[in-house]
């Protein structure tokens, strides 16, 4: 939730009409989670990390058909679903040479392949697992007792080994290529499952029909599972990562939208920044 004491609505508003309080309140409430985004899917860029930072900010929330003037929902989680998808998104740009360069990575439907006949408790084990979750993470995220990982891992590395998967010859489990976590969101279907049930469903507070059907389509379905871990990993991170530190939020703002007395200098600060990425 945003901090200093404004709603969600109240804060998108402010964005929205310009208000530089009221971004830099977005920027201290969610920076954390854009940084842990670009690190955790795209070390390569780690390094670039602000400058894709400032892009993200001007993209998302500056420009006028960006993330923030298109966005319809209501909601803090469906927000922070979209703005996730626009980080790897840009990131996925950024970082699109060092990928193609990987060999072989895995492919949508090898994933399915991997996934298919296990409860859905145990694919989004697999999904977290493939997305470098460490264990420990895994079991918190999932509230499952550690030693009940490792056999699942052992059944799905066995599988992957038996449909010669990418860099199964080793035994691994494939890791997930962040490009089909941008091109799984093409996937929505109309019998998808709203965020606002997934994240019902997380936070114990579905009914049990619509629990059972909802969880039934997500077992099937990889655009849900990408959102319901989605959803899981912004709710866990969201609660754990340290504070934005106050000087880079204001460093950003300024980056964002101008040093109040010059605000025009923006966009050739950004095009500048970019050159170097
Ligand atoms: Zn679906």
Not at 1 to 21: A, D, I, K, V
Request: aromatic share 8%; charged share 25%; with cysteine.
């Amino acid at each position: 939730m945003p901090r200093q004491g404004s709603t969600f609505l109240e804060m998108l508003q402010g964005c929205r009409e310009g208000n530089r309080r009221a971004c830099g309140q977005l920027i201290e409430s969610y920076l954390s989670l854009a940084e842990f985004w670009i690190d955790h899917y795209f070390p390569v860029l780690s390094p670039h990390r602000d400058q894709v930072i400032v892009e993200l900010l001007k993209t998302s929330i500056v420009d006028p058909g960006g993330l923030l003037k298109s966005f319809q929902g209501t909601w803090e989680r469906e927000f922070l679903r979209e703005w996730r998808l626009c980080t790897l998104r840009l990131c996925w740009g950024r970082a699109v040479y060092v990928h193609d360069a990987a060999p072989t990575p895995l492919l949508r439907d090898q994933l399915a392949g991997l996934l298919k006949g296990f409860p859905l408790l145990h694919q989004q084990l697999l999904w977290f697992h493939m997305c470098r979750f460490p264990a420990g993470e895994l079991a918190q995220i999932l509230s499952m007792r550690p030693e009940v990982v490792e056999p699942i891992l052992s059944k799905a590395r066995a599988r992957a080994v038996e449909t010669n998967l990418p860099h199964s010859s080793g035994g691994q489990i494939p890791t997930m290529p962040p490009k089909l976590l941008v091109e799984m969101d093409s996937e929505k279907s109309e019998n998808c499952v709203s965020i606002r049930l997934l994240s019902k469903i997380i936070d114990g507070q579905a009914l049990w029909a619509e629990k059972e059907k909802a969880e039934g389509h997500t077992a099937d379905c990889l655009y849900c599972l990408s959102n319901l871990t989605a959803l899981k990993e912004t709710i866990l991170k969201l609660r754990t990562l340290p504070a934005a530190n106050p000087l880079r939020i204001d460093n950003f703002l300024n980056s964002t939208m101008g040093r109040p007395e010059e605000k025009k200098s923006f966009g050739a600060a950004v095009g500048k920044l970019f050159k170097r990425v």
